[in-house]
């Protein structure tokens, strides 16, 4: 006889809930006490085991609004008929209202497939949200220790992790490399990609806390500028150089349309890239952009790259920041630990040098976003203290600006919501 799979009451006020996702298709086998979907609630996420083992027959879908105590699958023998009962439809989620340009809260991490794992290797005990957070980043859990009871993995622990990965080159550049830049897939997936250019001093890795516990309507492929990352170290002699570096990765790896985004630096460039018109550019998505105006925080860049330990990166690093919480003791021990790299380091240095000589930034963009024909948008921290926020002052007419309260120079990580939402929003209407 069939067994039913009921939705739980996981909240003393809440009477209806959402399934957020299956985790086992409509059909599969499954065993008693697998799990088969879960709830998210405001602090965790909540797993759902099968009663009985059997084939499992979804009967509401992934993201339904339903009643506590509602019939949403069915556990039937392998030679049984499921019959679907007379009940009412699962309740269809509500149209939600945009929310006001300024909210935003603060998930994290990166998406990407995850590593094959080693046979044999032993998993921790991850708390559900922290096995959520793992499997929608890509993150690999074996041998991650835990701060919880008994060395269980918490969202703290993934999220430490995922901090320390954002300070860590993919790959060392090749020998001998042709001069294409280093090219990452963060997400994979159909429709129009978009493409990510980090800033000064930092790695494709930088983008990966915009995607925690997010499921991106669009494939994500991020580059490491020249002299970063695992990009070759040689350092361009002007932007236009760079961009051409650019536009060639770019014919190799998305040569259709994209929606580009960047942040600092990255931003500038991707600004040039639009007025060049080599490359297929859709849309624009422009975090804390230099190219504005000639000021930039010429102590931040030496002092970031002479720092070579976390108690020394710790002041630089949050100076990047409104709220210094955000910068993990994950986070500074990894770039100090990059800092190890002196022929990177001194890339960077040299890159400074060519780009902001005399503390002075030498790119300017403001003519290349008057001359735009495509949706753009700005997204920049009030309390930004590597660029003034008051070089946003008379932007040229096509681009849009979204002025961000409590935000610093890295408004994608630390409004991760709120910039995901914007970027979604600038590639739909590029679409």
């Known amino acids: 006889m069939p067994t039913p799979v009921l939705y739980p009451k996981v909240s003393l006020e809440l009477q209806t809930g959402r399934i957020a996702r299956w985790l086992v298709e409509d059909g599969a086998m499954v065993t008693a006490g697998q799990v088969i979907f879960e709830i998210d609630n405001d602090k ?6 099968a009663p ?3 084939r499992l027959h979804h009967l509401a879908p992934e993201g339904a609004e339903v009643d506590v105590g509602a019939e949403v699958a069915r556990i039937t ?14 309740k269809p989620a509500p149209a939600q209202a945009p929310e006001p340009a300024l909210q935003a809260s603060a998930a994290r991490g990166p998406l ?54 954002a300070a860590t080159p993919t790959t060392s550049p090749a020998p001998g490399s042709d001069g294409d830049l280093n090219a990452l897939w963060l997400r994979r997936g159909e429709g129009m990609p978009v493409v990510l250019l980090h ?33 070759p170290r040689a ?54 952009p230099a190219g504005l105006g000639p000021e930039i925080d010429d102590a931040f860049t030496r002092g970031i790259l002479r720092a070579r330990t976390a108690a020394s990166l710790r002041p630089w690093l949050e100076r990047l920041v409104h709220d210094p919480a955000v910068i993990s003791d994950a986070f500074v021990k990894a770039v100090a630990a990059q800092r190890q790299d002196e022929a990177l380091t001194a890339a960077m240095a040299a890159f400074a040098d060519r780009f902001f000589p005399d503390g002075t930034q030498a790119l300017s963009v403001r003519s290349d976003l008057a001359r735009l024909r495509i949706p753009a948008r700005i997204v920049f921290g009030r ?17 849009a600006l979204h002025a961000v309260e409590a935000c610093g120079h890295l408004p994608h990580l630390e409004h991760p919501d709120l910039a995901l939402r914007i970027l979604t929003e600038v590639w739909r209407s590029a679409s």
């Open 383 to 399: 309390q930004d203290r590597i660029l003034p926020f008051a070089t946003t002052r008379d932007l040229p007419a096509p681009v």
């Open 235 to 288: 350092v361009p002699p002007d932007a236009d150089a760079l961009c051409a570096m650019v536009e060639r990765s770019l014919a190799r790896h998305a040569p259709g349309p994209i929606l580009l985004a960047g942040h600092s630096f990255g931003a500038a460039i991707a600004a040039r890239l639009a007025a060049r018109g080599v490359a297929d550019l859709r849309g624009l998505c422009l975090f804390a």
């Open 44 to 49: 965790a996420a909540v797993e759902v085991e």
């Open 77 to 90: 023998a392998d030679d049984e008929v499921a019959v679907t009962p007379p009940q009412a439809a699962p």
């Open 199 to 231: 800033g000064y001093s930092a790695d494709l890795n930088n983008w990966r806390g915009l995607f925690a516990g997010a499921r991106p309507a669009f494939p994500v492929l991020a580059l490491d500028l020249p002299a970063h990352g695992a990009s």
């Open 52 to 54: 009985a083992p059997g």
């Open 112 to 165: 990407s497939a995850a590593p094959p794992r080693a046979e044999g290797a032993r998993l921790p005990n991850p708390t559900p949200l922290a096995r959520r957070i793992a499997r929608e980043t890509g993150l690999d859990l074996a041998g991650l220790s835990g701060t919880g009871p008994r060395g269980r993995v918490q969202k703290s622990d993934v999220m430490a992790r995922l901090s320390a990965l």
